[in-house]
């Protein structure tokens, strides 16, 4: 299923708050996790790689943010976190193919 939204909070890479859009004046806000995507883990001690990771956090927060996007529930139910599993469309193409393309995320090898 497909529906229009905005991310409203971005708490990592991957996971995020979003406002849905359900349609005749109806919206419903609820946490959502990148399907099929990882970020890599840092040490907060080490701060080359917490820097990585806030970069990786804010190049994901403009790419997504404050946009009108349209969010493609993967599945239609929560997973062991509480959070549905979403892609974003940007154009004709999904978000997570765009992140792992330019290496930003990285895939997850089922």
Known sequence: ??????????????????????????????????????????????NNEYEEFLNTKDVIKNELCGKDLMIKFVTDYKDKSGKYLVDFLIGDRLASENFISSGILQSIVT
């Open 1 to 46: 299923m497909i529906y229009a939204g905005k991310i409203t909070k971005v708490f990592d890479p991957i996971n995020y708050e979003v406002l849905v859009d359900m349609g005749l004046g109806i919206t419903y806000t609820c946490k959502v996790k990148m399907a099929g995507v990882k970020y890599k883990k840092y040490n907060k001690d080490d």
